[in-house]
């Protein structure tokens, strides 16, 4: 059974920096495309960061230039590392597929930007 476990979030101040990762079990990573995905209060859940097998990566406009997306398949992790983090970026972080998989849907890892 495929399993994602998110970690790294926490409560950092504005333009403060946090690397998330996420351990899958399985052989997910050699297969598929992932993503990075996020729930602020309120508000749909929204992808901001993909990444294909070969590494081409994408992300959303509202955190281009300030995360950056990266995977190692032989430790079938997928990170994601913000930099000039915004009060805006507050939300329960996800890790999936790239279309995501309703299955795989883990229980996600809060980031909170506040002074």
């Known amino acids: 059974q495929v399993q994602l476990v998110e970690s790294g979030g926490g409560l950092v101040q504005p333009g403060g920096s946090l690397r998330l990762s996420c351990a899958a079990s399985?052989?997910?990573?050699?297969?598929?495309?992932m993503g990075w995905y996020r729930q602020a209060p309120g508000k749909q859940r929204e992808l901001v960061a993909a990444?294909?097998?070969?590494?081409?990566?994408n992300y959303a406009d509202s955190v281009k230039g300030r995360f950056t997306i990266s995977r190692d398949n032989a430790k079938n992790t997928v990170y994601l590392q913000m930099n000039s983090l915004k009060p805006e970026d507050t939300a329960v972080y996800y890790c999936?597929?790239?279309?995501?998989?309703?299955?795989?849907w883990g229980q996600g890892t809060q980031v909170t930007v506040s002074s």
């Open positions: 999936n597929t790239k279309p995501p998989a309703a299955t795989y």
């Open positions: 990444i294909t097998r070969g590494g081409s990566t």
């Open positions: 399985g052989s997910i990573f050699k297969v598929y495309a």
